[in-house]
């Protein structure tokens, strides 16, 4: 994922209110925010912070109609893995 990233692939939202682009802009990553909420630009300074940030940001949507019970680490990080896109 982060091989990815640094090859110039996203992983992006998009709707009717905004949305959210996650990448790699030269020496770290970044999440840009634009859209009817305010504007969040965050910078992450290594690996560990921006994997922890895509853990976060595909908490919910990683688990669908899996409630009570969760999906295993390896099922959400192959979700996550999925969501990676070339722009």
């Known amino acids: 994922m982060l091989a990815g990233l640094k090859a ?4 992006s939202t998009a709707n009717k209110e905004g949305g959210t682009r996650l990448y ?3 020496a770290v990553y970044r999440r840009s925010d634009y859209g009817d909420e ?14 922890e940030c895509l853990r976060r940001f595909y908490a919910w949507d990683s688990q669908p109609d899996v409630y009570p019970h ?18």
């Open 8 to 11: 110039g692939q996203v992983f």
């Open 24 to 26: 790699f802009g030269g």
């Open 38 to 51: 305010p504007n969040v630009h965050v910078v992450y300074a290594d690996d560990a912070a921006m994997l």
């Open 70 to 87: 969760s999906k295993t680490e390896l099922e959400v990080w192959d979700y996550i893995f999925g969501q990676l896109r070339t722009p």
